[in-house]
């Protein structure tokens, strides 16, 4: 088993940042990928970022590109989302989720552990 609590979400006007933060722990070789996807009322839940835990390469949504950066920290086993120029649009509830084998990462059905969510609200 894996599990994965995010914090770090909030409210944050309209240019502002906000960094999440998503500790992992348990079966270390389930984390082989780590996501960050996103949900926002009445809508699917989307893709946002994703990072190989080995190599460290990093993935990301055409909406969040330039603006969201993944990172991890393998002595704290903690995945982060930097999130610079938010927008409104960006408000939903993030999520972090892991996965022991990944074909394709921005598929949400490819994860099998996910974290409760946190909240980022965006203001206009």
């Known amino acids: 088993q894996v599990q994965l609590v995010e914090s770090g979400g909030g409210l944050v006007q309209a240019g502002g940042s906000l960094r999440l933060s998503c500790a992992a722990s348990g079966r270390t070789f389930s984390r082989y990928a780590m996501g960050w996807f996103r949900q926002a009322p009445g809508k699917e839940r989307e893709f946002v970022a994703a990072?190989?835990?080995?190599?460290?390469?990093?993935y990301y949504a055409d909406s969040v590109k330039g603006r969201f950066t993944i990172s991890k920290d393998d002595a704290k086993n903690t995945v982060y989302l930097q999130m610079n120029s938010l927008k409104p649009e960006d408000t939903a509830v993030y999520y972090c989720?892991?996965?022991?084998?990944?074909?394709?990462?921005?598929?949400?059905?490819?994860?099998?552990?996910w974290g409760q969510g946190t909240q980022v609200t965006v203001s206009s």
């Open positions: 990072i190989n835990w080995r190599s460290g390469n990093t």
């Open positions: 989720a892991a996965s022991g084998y990944v074909r394709t990462y921005s598929v949400a059905r490819e994860y099998d552990y």
